[in-house]
């Protein structure tokens, strides 16, 4: 059974190819499925934030379910066979070429795990750190952006039985945000972490560049935000110079013919125990 | 001139190798640079917002150009052409085993545009929705795995000189994710977005399942976080039930030649109007 | 000289477009022709079985000229460069809204090698691995795949130039397929392998699991099939349970940062001997 | 709970490294996962092959998180922070060489979406094509290959505890071949596929060519298999001829730029009707 | 400030589909960027071929920003959110069916780092060897198919504003390609490089192919170039034989599965010393 | 039978390992196979620079031929199947450290059409546009990072079999260069094209920007090459300014939810004329 249901009022090729980015798009329903999935399993500390995690996932293979479900009824009847003949319809020209191909071709009617330019999903698009900060600050920003898109696919159709799905997409997503924002402040409250992640290695960061915007590009207005004007501000280095001397790449191993000048000063950066280790190993 | 010093103590080519997850990987400086380049151009408002985002791009460029120069440096005398009997010295035979072969091969002793598994960087690596808050957030989380792994890599070497660097980096992923938390803050005080992105639909949305979390995994203990137990909170539903019948695909295009029974019945999901459109389309 | 002729009665940019799919789709003539020669190089028995391989494969790189051919030919006169003018004409605009802009842009008026969404082929979409039954299979299905797409694609066309080198595609499709199921029967024949991929560890594989489908849907009819009610048949676990523990991952390594309580009781699950290597591990 | 155990009796991260093939690569269980879910949602004819398909994929859902949990595992106490000095005793130098970089940097000492080599899990690893014949030879050659490669990592360890879970893995490999290839032998049983996929086209297809092999390779034992000797076999061509003549590609528009000599005879295919189409587009 | 005034008279956004190739195509100015950037840092040699290098990376990042900014202003007003009623529009629904769909989905009416088939920009596209040759080719190579590629997209419109944007464009592909073979010539005139990359190893090179065309496809003319007949000719050799033995693969490692006959002869290639290794390797 | 002999005196899995990169590489054999059988295919003048083409591309196959035996034949014996307690011999660790485990797992101790680090070959390596003098340029950069590759490759091998092959491919790369070099001269002789690719719009492109070389970098010495001392020098622009507006993005259509103020100016771009087309498409 479905999480929700998924009936068209009537099929729309044109709709079902661009439905494709709510399934296997950047920020579509295989992303989170597969991310919470994979961090779930990767959650190192048993109890209420793996529970969590592991519902979410379960939810979101049923947002698959019920997207590939819907593009296979939005496909139904679609002119998948229809000739050059066909074409001479404005209509359905129209349709035609804003079809996606693979869905007839591979598919023989249904979804593909692809987004809406044919893009397959792959296992870049998720993360699953074991740091559960950085990687529910991911989650939300992967909720946005889903409702973004579902929001926006919202506005181009009209069938009252597709919106009635995305409405109920919509406010999955809207819950989604709003958990994971919430869970980041359970971090913290609980002491596992703080608002930067890792919650580590602040004493060792360098500290006089750890509160300051480099004022670099040509942009007047970067420093009129309530990040460089508000209480616990960060300084905006209006004019900051480089630390470091240039970018010199080092005399190139002659077996590896990289272009070089005899003449050319050695600009190696290596020396004293360094130069021992680089004998060795040359 | 580079915006830090990145000069190694000695030759370390299997750090060399590790160094690419945070020049190519996901949450690399190629992605920080691309995102925010794309974001700013993107960018509907001109002004502290985007002279913010472009300040940011700008530096980026310099931290993946600092990366790469500390890789070629890294790479001086690496036993890049090693032939097998070099292999019977053990320390030597490490180093060879934890190299990247493509950074002697293809590029010579220098940095690929690639991650730490030889990956390449890809587009699909940033996002630029044109909605800030959204976009905001997805920043915020690409610079907590980014200082996340830096952390990582920081604890993998004892070079002086790397570690100097990776301090310098350390302190300028706590500055950009502060940055961009504030930018949240500051959006919503600016009235352009809320707490949810985007700032809309939330009427339309479906009202009964916006506040929600479905419990449907086998974990028990998703219910007893503050996101279900503090002020505001979102409801567990303990024991949900689909809402939608079965997703059942509809009867096939014979010309597409889905395996279907000439005596089942038929399921389809169109009917009344969308049936006249079927009869145009097919 | 073409393997078969390749001439269409006239242009037709649109299914230029779709016919990409069988040059570099997953299942195109780039796959099997890449695909038998790797497993040709690959092959570890000398005489029918490689030569066979090879025969094929030889025939495969015709195919893509067969098609590449085509291709150059549907866009002949195509409207590579008509202007936002052009589009005010319905059947061209439909035309233009269906063509693949790299077959212009990028090709020229010519053949990418990739699938009819601009995909790229790549080498995953093939496999090799030295065992030839897991082979033969691989080949038998990609010939099923292909030979199922290229019909699709015979029902968008009504080109008698088209339709009568298709007609050829077809036919190779059903003596390939054909051959490889035969070679499957021959290898076992010959003693060289079973049904089973590979023949070997039937004795050491888990004997209790082997023979046993377990029912994990809610589709309540999987037991109905032949393979759990005919002779020799697989036995269904209608409420099987988890043999496992839970899946807990270990305490994570503290500079690897993942979110963990220090109150937590471990988890880990190394013990004794292991315990000793982990020491000298860490 | 997991389906089946997963505890290795020591960690060895080397081995974790190769343990991604069977997680993320073309043939490992998320692959399986996605495919059959996906030929379940696509699936046109309800009851037990629905069902069937439907457990299955829930089974390797399973099969995911046990290999997940392995890694995870079998990374404890990994190395994944030694530094270079830690790379003098040659057995930690051995284990460094060998891990994968980004199960520490990336994935805090947890699975990747990847496999072996770290190249993503993508979308082009499965077909779901509607038609049960083609998709089901396309399970069978998975699990074979899948089988296989389990069985190779089977001989690369020696820990007990991974090797009991393995056994678990062959043996379900095992029944899921079986499984597929009785499905097969159902479908042709109950009337709905024939042993050639799609069942269609047979008398539309060319009748000349679809029962012979062409030799085409300088292997001169192609002709001596079962498949040109036994009964109902098909011929082998010795000495075959191009059908078709030459590939040549038509003029090119003047505006993409080909190369082209004005003085070059115009080698156009399109006459008669096809010119008025022409003449109409250009 | 852009570089040049990127200005469309009017909104066109099917043409803002096709630029994308110019963006995020294999040879976009996202590729010349990275490669000229990344060529920069792997410099081996300081002075006038780096400095020109960073000059031209530099001027490339600008033309994506005025690229990214044609295309949002292309799509100003773009019927993103039109619903299936307006396709009834022939000309609305020929936009329709052009347009990329994630340009309004995902990037919200702006630039994507992607192709003009959705296909995202990789580090693949690019190349710095360290060798100026050999890199200085490619980048005449790249700047020859990015000025074709932006004259037949020159083609493609008869706005105004595109067409004054796209005659600099033309104008700096012309400049860069001159620029890049001047620049090889200046490697010649330093004494840096020859004519062949890299100018190393030609005594070493098999002395007796290294100046033969060898005859092996059934075309009969490619003897009659300048190439064969001119001064310094190379040999063209009719009627080339194999130099090598058969390909024969090895006996597979029974552990592997490869497909072997017990009674076939060993074609091992293993002999002498070499059994040594073999024997303690195995 | 091979093209040139490929039998290396003794195994040596970790250089199996980098010869991946000469086979499946961006610039390995598989990548000029496909380039030049594309480009022949694509040609659209007949006789001497197609069958140039045509013979080079079918003399690459048989260089991928050769390097997939010498794998194999590197691979015999490998420690494919080596477990935890072979890794404490320091040279079968490092051995076993510095091998591609797919070349066992995935291959059965054969070649993958894939590069040194496991990344597939893919079709965006080739290009075949149509335009013979961007192409040729491409082919002799492709050779000249082949015979690069293949050079580095040779330093790091001392096997008198692998050598002697690589002497014959460093030979076939040397004439492929010149040929290509060559070729592009006869292509100007014979007057179809000239130096600049393509040979048009010379007129049309912007005249005051197609002679000089933007100063940008921080690199004071770009203008002391010959390309701006010469005669008919290319101009250094030593203080450029740019020429356009600034990039502001148009106004966001409110249904996509860009975040915008209500109270901004408007910065829209469009006027007159396009503002009907504009009236019409919103």
């Not at 679609?78 to 050059?84: H, K, N, V, W, Y």
């Amino acid at each position: 059974m479905l999480q929700f249901e998924a009936k068209p009022e009537r099929p729309d090729p044109v709709y079902a190819h661009k439905l494709q980015e709510l399934i296997g798009g950047a920020y579509g329903e295989m992303t989170v499925t597969m991310q919470y999935l994979f961090q779930g399993w990767n959650c190192r500390i048993e109890g209420k934030y793996k529970d969590l995690i592991m519902d979410t996932a379960t939810e979101e293979i049923g947002h698959v379910e019920m997207l590939a479900t819907m593009v296979a009824r939005l496909l139904e009847g679609a002119p998948a066979t229809a000739t050059a003949e066909a074409v001479k319809d404005p209509v359905m020209a129209a349709v035609i070429g804003g079809m996606d191909p693979q869905q007839a071709i591979v598919a023989g009617g249904g979804a593909l795990p692809a987004d809406s330019n044919g893009y397959p999903w792959n296992g870049k698009f998720i993360v699953a750190s074991g740091n559960l900060l950085a990687d529910f600050r991911a989650n939300a920003a992967a909720e946005a952006q889903g409702r973004l898109q579902t929001a926006r696919l919202y506005n181009m159709t009209d069938d009252p039985g597709v919106k009635e799905m995305l409405k109920f997409n919509l406010a999955r997503d809207t819950v989604h945000q709003k958990q994971w924002l919430r869970a980041i402040e359970e971090l913290e409250a609980d002491g596992l972490e703080t608002d930067v992640a890792p919650s580590a290695l602040f004493d060792e960061e360098n500290q006089e560049h750890n509160h300051t915007i480099w004022h670099l590009s040509d942009g007047p207005d970067g420093n009129k935000g309530g990040w460089s004007t508000g209480e616990d501000r960060l300084d905006y280095l209006m004019d900051p110079k480089p630390l470091g001397g240039p970018g010199t790449a080092p005399k190139p191993d002659p077996a590896l013919y990289g272009t070089y000048s005899a003449t050319q000063d050695t600009v190696g950066v290596v020396k004293g125990k360094a130069q021992e280790v680089k004998n060795k190993l040359s």
